[in-house]
């Protein structure tokens, strides 16, 4: 049964995006099929080729390996708070370990970018899409820089381009920055979900890279059924260069890289708190709202249920629920994982990640394998602010784009997130 599920989620999911395309009968399925196809590839040599697999174990523990560099800076700036012991340990893991290695792998990337090693394999993955796809050379680069940056920052390595890019392109810049993750949060998200064990942190450092790969293709899908090409596409792989590091040296490239880690770090730590605020302010509201209404008793009467009231929570457990069994997810899980789907979309993938780490500690998965879909079902950036930083910051570097941004706003919001089911639909049916 969990093999025909992703097989229908995948036709469901393509339905819902013909049902929001601008033009049905422009799509050119050849460039949707190919880019489902080279998913399947990827993730049947990720996940399943033996050689391929244990190179991605090698790099996931290289990653970890990094991730614990970052202990050391956290121990000498935060030791008498983390060695005293008398915080909780979830707050010290994520006050003193996961936004300092924010801040650590946003000048670790920014390095990389200086060296010139991160656009090597922006260019490789980029010849690939576009001799595989037959996508712009702007489309491309773009795509393939969304696996290592983030919404904001691959814009900046095509940004001469921008202006006189087609709508399809700029659609295809935008779902790409909705379905993917940064280098700078994806250590963040292997702490929240592994932990302080090693194993957990490899075995997510693993599946996180490999959800960042795929869907990327995955996002060249859903933005091509949406908005399909209908305009002459000038740029090959060849005439397009990448944008370089603006830093004069490795010691600039690392400090701009350390300046916009705390920025970010700090952005994620006050938005997880504002957030956190908001969903318990709601769900008071609820709260109170069910038990006048009598909808508390009801629901907490409900053989099995793990609520005793109307809460934010409830609600989007059961909004996002059939879309987590499309996916492949255990019966007995829909209702986590669709909660954790729609927690993404609402407020954003941080605090969705925290709460399915918090789940996956407190015993309340049934299967493992609904813990690995989750994975590749949160990874990504769509969600409803993400509309306004890429108006916002896409729109910093092309002016004049700003209103074909907004209008495309929505629907890249739409790309991003099947982008990321496409993916779980994917790894559904080849995981073992």
């Known amino acids: 049964m969990h093999i025909l599920q992703p097989i229908l989620g995948l036709f469901v999911f393509t339905g819902i995006c013909m049902l929001f395309s601008t033009r049905r009968k422009a799509i050119r399925w050849r460039t949707v099929g190919g880019a489902i196809a080279l998913q399947f590839i990827l993730a049947l040599l990720i996940l399943r080729a033996p050689y391929v697999e244990g190179a991605f174990a090698v790099i996931a523990e290289g990653f970890v ?12 700036l935060f030791g008498s708070f983390v060695m005293g012991g008398e915080m909780a340990p979830e ?35 980029a010849w690939l899409m576009h001799r595989t796809l037959k996508l712009s050379g702007t489309e ?72 960042s790969i795929i869907s990327a293709p995955a996002a060249i899908a859903t933005s091509k059924l949406l908005v399909p090409e209908v305009d002459k596409k000038e740029s090959e792989i060849e005439n397009v260069k990448l944008e370089k590091s603006t830093a004069t040296n490795v010691l600039e490239a690392l400090s701009t890289g350390t300046r916009d880690g705390l920025m970010l770090a700090a952005n994620v ?48 457990g059961y909004v996002g629920a059939p879309l987590a069994w499309l996916t492949g997810v255990a019966s007995s899980d829909v209702l986590l994982v669709g909660q954790l789907l729609g927690e993404k979309t609402v407020i954003n993938e941080f605090y969705a990640y925290v709460t399915m780490g918090g789940m996956k500690s407190d015993g309340l998965f049934h299967s493992e394998r609904s813990v690995l879909i989750a994975t590749y079902v949160l990874c990504g950036f769509a969600n409803f602010a993400s509309i306004g930083i890429q108006v916002g910051g896409i729109g910093v570097l092309a002016p004049s784009r700003r209103k074909d941004l907004a209008r495309l706003g929505f629907r890249a ?20």
């Open 269 to 316: 730590g006050v938005m997880l708190l504002v957030f956190t605020a908001l969903v318990y302010f709601f769900n008071d509201i609820l709260g109170w709202m069910g038990g006048w209404t009598g909808l508390n008793d009801a629901i907490s009467n409900v053989p099995g249920s793990r609520f005793d009231s109307l809460s934010l929570q409830y609600i989007l």
């Open 91 to 125: 707050l010290i893991n994520f006050a003193f370990r996961i936004l300092p290695t924010i801040v650590f792998f946003s000048a670790f990337s920014a390095l990389l970018h200086h060296l010139g090693i991160l656009g090597l394999f922006i260019k490789g993955f």
């Open 140 to 211: 491309s680069l773009s795509a393939a820089s969304n696996v290592f940056l983030g919404q904001t920052e691959s814009p900046l390595l095509i940004r001469p381009y921008l202006d006189k890019m087609t709508k399809s392109e700029l659609m295809c810049v935008m779902t790409g920055g909705m379905a993917t993750i940064a280098g700078s949060v994806f250590a963040a998200f292997v702490g929240f979900l592994g932990g302080d064990d090693p194993v957990q942190q490899a075995y997510f450092a693993t599946h996180l890279l490999t959800a």
């Open 413 to 432: 919001l739409l790309g991003g997130t099947v982008a990321c089911l496409f993916t779980a639909c994917v790894v559904s049916l080849i995981a073992p």
């Open 65 to 76: 390996r990094v991730i614990g560099y970052t202990d050391y800076g956290s121990e000498f």
